[in-house]
């Protein structure tokens, strides 16, 4: 399949434009490192960032970094990295539940608006993505936002090029909010509460003034091993107060023990990445987002008709769900249980014939998918964007 | 007064009694407003030197009721101009003669308080503060908070994506909502986000939140609210030079702290809040911060004094932390007063451009510049961490043509905050008030792709029709 790698953004618009003119579908990405995400589509061509790279703007001062979309975010990390900063939401990387190599890009990362643990003190890469430039499927780069954090000038169209997976445009610049790393991480365990006990743990600790940046429960089949995290970020003075007031808190929940260093580091990142599931690289994965009193509930009902495992983060309001990546890969009992407990589900990883026979999305009221497909008519009124990537005809 | 609306339609007009007739039809008599005198209550909003009698009034109480108006209005080619409490400063709110104005004020209760999970729901017509009220004797409070919070409505908020003193740490509104029960023109109810914090497929949040109500009419909002930090305290830091404050509000930052709040306000400011509110401002330096911290007491203790200490190389002729909540109380309500206490010295226009940090001490000297060649006064106050200046011009409008001169001050600082990499708006919104300057900050083919976006769900363009877009160049009706 040709691959179209246009060095710069009048390029991409030139390439564009003739693709729109000949019908021409094209996959829109980066280093195609996502690919296995989302449905699968049929296209003609591919349209990658990846000659587009480098950071544009840095301004430590002003929090804010912008990257043509191709740039590899470890470059992006890097530059942040020795001014002490770094991107708040905490992108998850997929590697290793996909099981590719291919270095994943600044671009998709807005694209998919991809989050990780701190989501839910620091906001997803929606909330941190000031500013876009984006080819539309006319051919035309639209720029939306630009590199100040207070901006309603218009409509925000940062907010519906973020997680379009590509569908609306092919996104050329992005512009981020960052911010200061701390001086200091700590973590503290909980061993063997069972689901209902340590989702009502986090949201307490949640609803404390203790500015949580990570709450994730990770169940074991005996509950035994259960553990179940909170994550506390700052200076180290206030790290300490706020380790012990947490622990008094959660009294009741029994005694923690704190972890630092490499160890919760990387404790955090396979919670980041979905990695604590066993077998991730083999089994159907699902990401299911609701409210977290509800999660527990919603985990029970699958575990009692599949073969699952499970784990919460954002305090519950995230579940991941690995199930056997056979038939539906429990996508009957999955949107069921989301259905009643209300939220939603994707798959987010299966063999490509399930991918094809199941909604990977979790499908919309019908008024909703009217807007939809309007909104992309009027990015891509040929539709030759990632064509039914996210819904049919959209 | 150089701002046009667009001519009425006529047709529109002569049908003036059919249309009542038809909304007296679905809505309770009272809330239906049709005497002038009524009217006039919302002839404007917070940029009262525009106002339009509109057509007619309605205050429906239902989301049912709303999306009945609107599929009438809808079918018989009436403009609906959406209201919340009517403070937008950029005449968001204001109606023309051949629309009609639907407010939401009436719709003001809560529907689900659920600690658990962190999140309100309500109607949109609440107050901004109403919503904190609802769980501030849990602990709990909602974080945007515009100056503005007493009166304005979440509505409005959402339309606007209205920020407050405190989103350096909390975001603005777009990063606090949650869920939405949106009517479009066409009467269809469409409930957008819920009870988590990501919803499938496009961002159609992201996209409402500050649409300025041209996509459709928000009736309900889910939003998540925070449990109140154990305390706060700020800090109040007097310089005698412009460039010196910048350059703190970037070591600050620098240093890895962020501060809830930090504001900046420049001498004429300065001069004007402390007359009013007595707070012992400093009235020898030209730029003045306050910056707030939260936590403990020790926490707030140990980050001040780190604050000041970043502070020293920079010169600072006044240090002063509060010790106690009255002088907190009495630092904040200068700042907090900075709108009153000017329009008890003069009138004057409130701009609302967001500028890069760095082009600060530049962009200051430009306004004096600008003003002065017309003869007029600015202070600034200004959300220091993010950029988003308030520079207030001030005139008298007893003098003619003064008016237009503070409009063209406006004007031009607006374009220079552009020109610097910033925007026309960092909270207020477009509304009529920089609608003719959007030109400036956006080429053709961005304002056509957002014209696109807006067809979608208004393809007559009867919703708030004479905001946001220049008049002319308008298509893809
Ligand atoms: C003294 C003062 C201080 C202020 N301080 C701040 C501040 O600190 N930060 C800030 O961001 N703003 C501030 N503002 C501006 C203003 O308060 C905000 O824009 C506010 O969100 C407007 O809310 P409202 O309920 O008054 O809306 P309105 O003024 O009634 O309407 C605002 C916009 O919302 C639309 N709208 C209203 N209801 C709906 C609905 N149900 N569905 C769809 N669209 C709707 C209207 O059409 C209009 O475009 C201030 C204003 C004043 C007067």
């Known amino acids: 399949m040709k691959v179209y790698t246009p060095r710069d953004e009048s390029e991409a618009a030139t390439i564009v434009a003739q693709a729109a003119a000949g019908g021409l579908r094209l996959a829109i990405g980066g280093a195609n490192s996502k690919a296995a995400l989302g449905r699968r589509m049929e296209v003609d061509s591919r349209l990658s960032s990846t000659q587009m790279s480098g950071v544009t703007l840095y301004e430590p001062a002003e929090l804010v970094i912008a990257a043509k979309s191709g740039t590899p975010v470890s470059e992006v990390v890097r530059v942040l990295t020795e001014r002490g900063q770094e991107l708040p939401f905490e992108p998850m990387d997929y590697r290793p539940l996909l099981g590719t190599r291919m270095e994943p890009t600044i671009g998709a990362l807005a694209a998919m608006n991809i989050s990780g643990p701190r989501r839910i003190m620091a906001g997803a890469a929606r909330d941190s993505l000031i500013g876009i430039r984006a080819v539309n499927g006319r051919g035309q780069v639209v720029k939306s936002g630009g590199r100040v954090m207070k901006n309603v000038t218009g409509l925000d169209l940062v907010k519906l090029l973020a997680g379009s997976w590509g569908t609306l445009g092919f996104l050329t610049e992005v512009t981020f909010k960052v911010l200061p790393r701390t001086e200091r991480m700590a973590t503290l365990i909980w061993r063997g509460l069972d689901d209902v006990r340590a989702i009502a743990a986090l949201s307490r600790a949640l609803g404390s003034p203790f500015d949580i940046t990570g709450a994730a429960h990770l169940p074991t089949p005996d509950v035994k091993g259960s553990r179940t995290l909170i994550r506390l970020e700052g200076f180290s003075v206030s790290v300490d107060y706020r380790l012990g007031e947490v622990r008094r808190l959660l009294k009741g929940a029994g005694s923690a023990e704190i972890l630092e260093g490499r160890g919760a580091e990387s404790l955090w990142q396979s919670v980041r990445d979905a990695t604590v599931l066993q077998d991730h690289a083999e089994r159907a994965v699902w990401r299911v987002s609701t409210a977290p009193s509800k999660a527990p509930a919603l985990a029970a009902e699958v575990a009692r008709a599949l073969d699952a495992q499970w784990f919460y983060d954002w305090g519950g309001g995230l579940l991941w769900i690995a199930t056997r990546p056979e038939g539906d890969a429990g996508a009957a009992v999955v949107r069921a249980a989301t259905r009643s407990a209300g939220g939603h589900a994707t798959l987010l990883r299966a063999p490509d014939a399930i991918r094809d026979t199941v909604d990977v999305f979790e499908p919309q009221s019908e008024a909703i998918m009217t807007l939809q497909r309007g909104i992309k008519a009027s990015f891509d009124p040929a539709g030759i964007f990632n064509p039914g990537r996210m819904y049919a005809g959209v | ?477």
């Open chain 2, 1 to 477: 007064m150089s701002i046009a609306f667009p001519k009425p339609d006529q047709a529109v007009l002569s049908n003036r009694a059919e249309i009542l007739a038809g909304l007296s039809r679905l809505v309770a008599n009272e809330a239906l407003i049709v005497s002038e005198d009524e009217r006039r209550a919302f002839e404007t909003d917070g940029l009262t030197a525009y106002r339009r009698m509109p057509l007619a009034v309605v205050l429906p109480s239902s989301t049912a009721e709303v999306s009945e108006i609107l599929r009438f209005c809808h079918a018989h080619g009436v403009k609906v101009v959406p209201r919340g409490a009517g403070t937008s400063l950029c005449g968001g709110a204001i109606p023309q003669e051949d629309a009609i104005v639907l407010g939401v004020s009436k719709m003001n209760r809560v529907l689900e308080v659920n600690l658990a999970d962190r999140l309100i729901r309500v109607e949109s017509g609440i107050t901004n503060l109403g919503i904190s009220q609802a769980v501030a004797h849990e602990g709990f409070f909602y974080a945007p908070d515009p100056s503005s919070q007493l009166a304005c409505t979440i509505a409005g908020n959402i339309a606007m994506n209205s920020g407050g003193a405190h989103c350096l740490k909390y975001g603005v509104t777009t990063n606090n909502l949650l869920g939405v029960t949106l009517v479009l023109l066409d009467g269809t109810i469409v409930e957008i986000g819920g009870d988590g914090l990501d919803a499938p497929g496009y961002d159609l949040l992201g996209l409402i939140t500050g649409s300025e109500g041209q996509l459709g009419v928000v009736t309900e909002a889910t939003v998540r609210i925070l449990h109140a930090a154990e305390g706060a305290r700020p800090a109040l830091l007097g310089f005698e030079r412009v460039n010196d404050a910048g350059a703190c509000v970037a070591a600050i930052i620098a240093a890895g702290i962020i501060p809830v709040a930090l504001e900046y306000m420049d001498r004429p400011a300065i001069q004007i809040c402390e007359a009013f509110a007595h707070a012992g401002y400093p009235l020898d330096v030209d730029a003045m911060l306050i910056v707030e911290v939260e936590g403990s007491d020790a926490e707030i203790d140990d980050m001040l004094r780190r604050i000041v200490a970043i502070a020293e190389p920079f010169h600072p002729k006044t240090i002063r932390v509060s010790q106690s909540e009255a002088e907190s109380a009495a630092i904040w309500k200068g700042r907090k007063s900075a709108f009153g206490a000017t329009g008890r010295v003069a009138d004057y226009i409130c701009m609302d451009g967001t500028i890069p940090t760095g082009q600060l001490p530049y962009v200051l000297k430009r306004i004096d510049e600008i003003a002065a060649a017309e003869g007029l006064g600015v202070a600034n106050v200004f959300h220091a961490g993010d950029g988003n200046l308030h520079p207030l011009v001030m005139f008298d409008t007893n003098k003619p043509g003064e008016m237009e001169k503070a409009e063209h001050v406006g004007e031009e600082i607006l374009k220079l905050c552009v020109e610097v990499g910033g925007c026309l708006t960092g909270e207020h919104g477009v509304g009529i008030e920089k609608r003719d300057l959007m030109s400036f900050q956006f080429n053709t083919a961005d304002l056509e792709q957002q014209m696109r976006v807006r067809a979608v769900f208004d393809p007559l363009w009867l919703l708030n029709p004479a905001k946001v877009f220049p008049l002319d160049g308008r298509q893809f009706s």
